[in-house]
């Protein structure tokens, strides 16, 4: 496996840890109220959204790479 394949399934996992971990924090915050909990709900949601972003720009840039082979 390459290191493009590997930074593929890295990235993915990265994604779905920190959508879990957005979720946890939501229930953790519809149970407590407390603003630090909805605060890192907000900042997991984030990440995810940037990495899912940055992953979609780098299987575009890689596509004729990861085809070649």
Do not use: C, N, Q
Request: avoid cysteine; proline fraction near 1%; glycine fraction near 6%.
């Amino acid at each position: 496996m390459s290191l493009i394949y590997f930074h593929i399934a890295l990235i993915t996992v990265a994604v779905i840890f920190s959508l879990g971990v957005g979720l946890w924090e939501f229930g953790a915050y519809s149970d407590s109220r407390k603003w630090m909990d909805l605060a890192a709900a907000i900042v997991s949601f984030l990440f995810s959204l940037g990495a899912l972003i940055y992953l979609v720009w780098f299987v575009r840039k890689k596509k004729p790479t990861m085809l070649s082979r």
